[in-house]
């Protein structure tokens, strides 16, 4: 199973995943990786991203209909396949000082040493607005840098970070562009994207 369909295992039941997993796959492969990495170097990657996360959730919602972590679930697989075949650098599922960290961009060592100089990405599988809360400000304690905290929601609601939303306008489609932007603007940056 490709490492970024594992990486959905994590607080969601294994069967879902695998057919999430399933559904994901077969929604790259009909789009196309050669394609996928054409249309993110020519500016495209919104449409990439929207293409391929409708076609999953059509999918689900005919066979076994969307749950309320569905969306957040498919958007964090799609996330991690992205940023695997861009070669975008990132730290993921891991633990820096005790706080939980779904995607770190670049790593947690730079995380320690210049934290204006990573993005950290989350994907709660909640909507509860406490617990969502709290793992704000757990992070908050890693990345003092709240626009550099960026959170994938159902839908947009206010926290103080940044908020990529998957219904309604679904902002989520930007986020590779943005994450080129924010990597492009570092001097002498790590954050170098190799492949695109």
Request: net charge negative; glycine share 4%.
């Amino acid at each position: 199973m490709p490492s970024f369909i594992t990486t959905l295992i994590y607080n969601t039941p294994i069967s879902d995943v695998l057919e999430i997993g399933d559904i994901l796959r077969n929604a790259i492969s009909e789009y196309g990786e050669q394609r996928i990495l054409s249309d993110i170097v020519q500016g495209e990657s919104a449409e990439v991203i929207k293409h391929i996360f409708e076609q999953c959730m059509s999918n689900i919602e005919k066979t076994d209909g969307i749950k309320p972590d569905t969306r957040v679930t498919v958007s964090e697989g799609l996330m991690h396949y992205l940023l695997t075949i861009t070669m975008i650098p990132s730290k993921r599922k891991t633990t820096f000082q005790s706080v939980d960290i779904d995607i770190a961009v670049p790593d947690t060592i730079t995380l320690g040493t210049s934290p204006q100089d990573v993005i950290m990405i989350s994907f709660p599988k909640t909507s509860d607005v406490n617990a969502i809360k709290s793992q704000i400000e757990n992070m908050k304690k890693i990345q003092p840098n709240t626009s550099n905290i960026w959170m994938i929601l159902e839908k947009d609601m206010q926290y103080g970070v940044k908020i990529y939303t998957l219904q309604d306008t679904m902002t989520f489609t930007n986020i590779i562009n943005d994450l080129i932007g924010f990597t492009s603007n570092k001097k002498q940056s790590k954050l170098k994207i190799f492949k695109i």
